[in-house]
């Protein structure tokens, strides 16, 4: 038996479709499927070699890449059994996502991107509640200043009282805890000073400043071994990213960053060919879903595998 059917894939980013973005053929023959994938239309700074997922009509697989160069690719396989109802997807950085599915593909499928996009949805509510959270307390406060131009002492006592009650002058502390993506950027925005940090300034006036900015990195901030190997990082917390080129220094509201820095209490910066910030975190497939929609592109560990349950971190290029 013969079938052959063609998909049209489309380009989406943080939820929303772009555009085409090619399409797939899928011919199925006996017992054995062929796939024949064209991509087209992807922005031209993504570019490099990225896994290929898919839907096999019962859990999903993810097989060989495909390589983008300048906006376009191919991609060929073979599967064993015959492939209906299939869906496919190619994770991209920057919030990119290649997608196809078949005319009879069920659309209740587990899909951990759709997972991914529901957490995103919740952040941003979320974000909403704790800025009118904030107006709530300012305008508490107003209150409470007013009472005291009053000189009313026992009104005064009651509005502070009725403040600490609702919680809207009171900052929750960090827990030691991991905590979930909702709860962490919850936590008020990290702001980044146009001055050095501190330990950078007191460093350089006792030393002196040195004419390398990367060794004047590893002079000031405390140093760490992440792969158990002689490549040196640096431990930093996102109010120093002002040592950063200014086009990263947004990265202190991260969503993903923040995620594993109020886990961990750090995130770490490394030079090898280039330059790379690490969030820590421990390496599972959906988490690694999650990195890629952030930004974070890579994995590295001590054992050199990326492998379920395994600590490591997750890693993105940055500039000084």
Request: charged content about 30%; proline content about 4%.
């Given at each position: 038996?013969?079938?052959?059917?063609?998909?049209?894939?489309?380009?989406?980013?943080?939820?929303s479709?772009?555009g085409?973005?090619?399409?797939?053929k899928?011919?199925?023959?006996?017992?054995?499927?062929?796939?024949?994938?064209?991509?087209?239309?992807?922005?031209?700074?993504?570019?490099?070699?990225?896994?290929?997922?898919f839907?096999?009509?019962?859990?999903?697989?993810?097989?060989?890449?495909?390589?983008?160069?300048?906006?376009s690719?191919?991609?060929?396989?073979?599967?064993?059994?015959?492939?209906?109802q299939?869906?496919?997807?190619?994770?991209?950085?920057?919030?990119?996502?290649?997608?196809?599915?078949?005319?009879?593909?069920?659309?209740?499928?587990?899909?951990?991107?759709?997972?991914?996009?529901?957490?995103?949805?919740?952040?941003?509510?979320?974000?909403?509640?704790?800025?009118?959270?904030?107006?709530?307390?300012?305008?508490?406060?107003?209150?409470e200043e007013?009472?005291?131009?009053k000189?009313?002492?026992?009104?005064?006592?009651?509005c502070v009282?009725?403040?600490?009650?609702?919680?809207?002058?009171?900052?929750?502390?960090v827990?030691?805890?991991?905590?979930?993506?909702?709860?962490?950027?919850?936590e008020a925005p990290?702001?980044?000073?146009e001055e050095?940090?501190?330990?950078?300034?007191?460093?350089?006036?006792?030393?002196?400043v040195?004419?390398?900015?990367?060794?004047?990195?590893?002079?000031?901030?405390?140093q760490?071994?992440?792969?158990?190997?002689?490549?040196?990082?640096?431990?930093?917390?996102?109010?120093?990213?002002?040592?950063?080129?200014?086009?990263?220094q947004?990265?202190v509201?991260?969503?993903?960053?923040?995620?594993?820095?109020y886990n961990?209490?750090?995130?770490?910066?490394?030079?090898?060919?280039?330059y790379?910030?690490?969030?820590?975190g421990?390496f599972?497939?959906r988490?690694?879903m999650?990195?890629?929609?952030?930004g974070?592109?890579?994995?590295?560990?001590?054992?050199?595998?990326?492998?379920?349950?395994?600590?490591?971190?997750?890693?993105r290029?940055?500039?000084?």
């Open positions: 038996m013969y079938q052959k059917e063609i998909i049209y894939m489309g380009l989406h980013k943080n939820g479709r772009l085409s973005a090619g399409f797939l899928v011919e199925n023959r006996d017992r054995e499927s062929s796939l024949y994938l064209k991509v087209k239309n992807i922005p031209h700074s993504i570019n490099g070699r990225f896994p290929v997922r839907y096999n009509g019962t859990d999903w697989r993810e097989v060989d890449g495909i390589s983008l160069q300048e906006g690719g191919l991609w060929e396989a073979r599967e064993l059994g015959l492939l209906k299939l869906r496919l997807q190619i994770i991209l950085p920057g919030g990119y996502l290649i997608e196809g599915i078949s005319k009879g593909a069920e659309q209740k499928i587990h899909d951990p991107m759709k997972e991914i996009e529901q957490e995103e949805k919740k952040i941003k509510e979320q974000e909403n509640v704790g800025k009118e959270e904030n107006v709530s307390a300012e305008g508490n406060v107003s209150a007013n009472v005291k131009a000189g009313n002492a026992k009104e005064e006592e009651t009282s009725q403040i600490a009650e609702s919680g809207g002058a009171e900052r929750i502390p827990q030691k805890q991991r905590r979930s993506m909702q709860e962490t950027v919850t990290v702001m980044v000073s050095l940090p501190q330990p950078m300034a007191d460093k350089m006036q006792v030393n002196g040195k004419e390398d900015k990367w060794e004047q990195i590893l002079d000031t901030y405390d760490i071994h992440p792969y158990g190997d002689e490549r040196v990082y640096v431990k930093l917390e996102p109010k120093d990213f002002v040592i950063l080129q200014a086009k990263y947004q990265l509201n991260n969503s993903f960053l923040l995620h594993g820095f961990y209490r750090y995130v770490i910066l490394g030079k090898e060919n280039d790379y910030l690490g969030v820590p421990v599972y497939e988490e690694k999650v990195a890629l929609m952030f974070f592109e890579a994995f590295e560990c001590q054992s050199g595998e990326a492998k379920p349950g395994e600590f490591g971190y997750y890693l290029r940055v500039e000084l």
